[in-house]
């Protein structure tokens, strides 16, 4: 198995940090991992993406042209990252913010309403978490528990008591994620 | 006991890797895109893991000069920085290298000239490999492909810079210093006492006993005969060097029909170039090198022999090329394809550029 990630969106968003867990998860179950920012000149509110690559195998590049799932989240990152999924593979997207909604026929879509149900659960910094979800629903390449266990290992101590509820987070993405569209 | 597994970046890993290696110092002044390497080293406060000491300069020359001092006393000591940085740190170490120091210098390479740009680059090839500096003289170049190289390869530097006596530099870029993968880090070594020093390096400067003449270090002498028998002997080292120390990969190679040489981040990029390839029919290897100096002509000329031509894989215009070209003596085409200023080519441009320049209609 391996998964060929893009996740995309605005800096600020947890785009990176998204990234991190699902790296650190595939770390949990023995699997090879690699995770490439966008380093440019980012900042809050300018574009983020991150590349990552979780495998069974040693992993070649950890740059790639075309992915087997991209997760999007603005709509500059909509216009990049659509065409670069691989014919087959999965588009996971929030609304918000999107005007040009991606029209591929020849791959799977489903879209996240991650903002909104993030602020419905009150903390607007789990929006990351619930896309996460959404993409495991989808896509399950990591279990649950190995995410909690990656996010134990990836946060400071501090922040332990904040698990919780991020796992509820997953949950929530994972049973609010809808299907846009079947290849 | 195991070894410790992290997921780490290329920067942070060569940090934590040169503490556990040993280190006595590291001087330094920030750059993107390794700025990781002394942010990581300030936040994990060596001094009271090891009495490592961590040190921000006021400038890439104070650096390398601190560097320079520090070595003269048989420490084992490094810095790091980017191109526009390592280029403001050539005079000093054209003077480490003259003066037979160990020390070892990071280069996390960025598109340039100039203050260029943040992005991964690999135009420093000609730089890091013919000198770099004033005079005749070479860096042992090491070129990790990864995180776990980036960790492996500080603790062999500094047994190498050791070994020869001289600078050492670690070749990266962008994509490797930003990079997190798995890595497995090896236990602590313990730093060598002032006695062990005393001992093991008897050219250090660290006070005159009476049993012995004054230790000089420089790198000046007015006399040429003199000079010139210091030349020979620095020569004779970097054959010593290409004798015995050359390193490299070579990944599906043996029934190839065409080869990638590539090192560094644009190895793993053709790595998934040869997967693409093959779907294609196209059957094509990689020869990485892993030293770029000792560069390893030997083996790309042995492989001359067995295939039909050669793309010289870069983020520069075209460097690394030349030695390869030197290698293969013209007995098969040899192209080079690269993105330069910081743009990173696409597995799928290199496996273009491999029909379009190579394989040809």
Redo the contacts between chains.
């Keep these: 198995m391996t998964e060929e990630i893009i996740i995309a969106g605005f800096g600020g968003q947890g785009v990176l940090s998204m990234g ?1 867990i699902l ?2 998860s595939g ?1 949990m179950q023995d699997q ?6 966008s ?3 980012e900042m809050r509110g300018g574009t983020a993406n991150v590349t990552v690559i979780v495998s069974d195998e040693r ?8 992915f087997d799932t991209a997760i999007i989240l603005n709509q500059q990152s909509m216009d990049k990252f659509e065409s670069a999924v691989k014919k087959g593979g999965t588009l996971v997207y929030d609304p918000n913010g999107i005007t040009h909604h991606p029209e591929r026929k020849d791959i799977n879509i489903y879209s996240i309403e991650a903002a909104k149900k993030a602020s419905e659960m009150g903390n607007t910094k789990i929006f990351n978490m619930v896309v996460l979800g959404a993409y495991l629903k989808v896509k399950p390449i990591v279990k649950i528990e190995n995410v909690i266990l990656g996010l134990k290992k ?1 946060l400071p101590a501090r922040y332990h008591s904040l698990i919780a509820l991020n796992k509820d987070a997953i949950t929530m993405g994972m049973d609010a994620v809808k299907e846009i569209n079947k290849a | 006991m195991a070894k410790e ?1 992290k ?1 780490m970046k290329g920067n942070e890993a060569i940090a934590e890797a040169a503490i556990r290696a040993g280190s006595d110092a590291y001087f330094g002044y920030p750059i ?2 390794q700025s990781e390497v002394i942010e990581y080293l300030m936040a994990e406060k060596p001094h009271e893991r090891t009495g490592m000491v961590v040190l921000q300069a006021e400038s890439e020359l104070a650096a390398i000069n601190m560097v320079y001092g520090a070595a003269g006393t048989g420490k084992k000591v490094w810095t790091s920085s980017s191109s526009p940085g390592i280029s403001l740190k050539q005079e000093g170490i054209s003077y480490i290298a003259g003066s037979e120091l160990p020390c070892v210098i990071v280069n996390v390479v960025r598109g340039g000239p100039g203050l260029g740009t ?2 991964p680059s690999q135009a420093d090839y000609f730089q890091a490999t013919k000198g770099g500096g004033h005079g005749d003289y070479h860096l042992l170049v090491l070129a990790p492909a990864s995180v776990q190289e980036m960790a492996d390869f500080i603790g062999d530097a500094f047994d190498l810079a050791f070994k020869y006596r001289g600078p050492v530099m670690i070749l990266s870029d ?2 490797i210093g ?5 890595v497995y880090l090896k236990e602590q070594v313990p730093r060598l006492s002032d006695d062990e020093i005393a001992e093991k390096y008897p050219w250090a400067t660290i006070g005159k006993p009476a049993s012995r003449e004054r230790n000089i270090i420089t790198s000046l002498d007015l006399d040429s005969s003199k000079m010139e028998l210091h030349n020979i002997h620095l020569q004779s080292k970097y054959r010593q060097m290409e004798e015995e120390e050359v390193r490299f990969e070579k990944i599906n190679c043996d029934d190839a029909d065409y080869l990638f040489v590539a090192y560094g ?1 644009s190895a ?8 693409l390839a093959a779907e294609k029919g196209i059957k094509v290897g990689l020869l990485r090198p892993i030293t770029l100096f000792p560069f390893p002509k030997k083996q790309i000329s042995e492989m001359a022999d067995k295939v039909k031509g050669i793309l010289s894989v870069e983020m520069s215009a075209g460097q690394m090329i030349e030695d390869v070209k030197l290698a293969v003596n013209g007995r098969v085409k040899v192209e080079h394809f690269g993105r330069y200023g910081g743009i ?1 080519p ?4 290199v496996v273009d550029a491999l029909i379009e320049k190579i394989i040809g209609e």
């Design positions: 991190k790296a650190y770390i090879e991992v690699s995770w490439m920012p380093y440019g000149p992993i070649s590049s950890p740059v790639l042209n075309e990836s | 597994l997921l993107t895109p943040i992005q962008g994509v930003q990079m997190m993968e798995k981040s793993r990029i053709c790595q998934k170039s040869i997967q990173i696409t597995p799928a441009e």
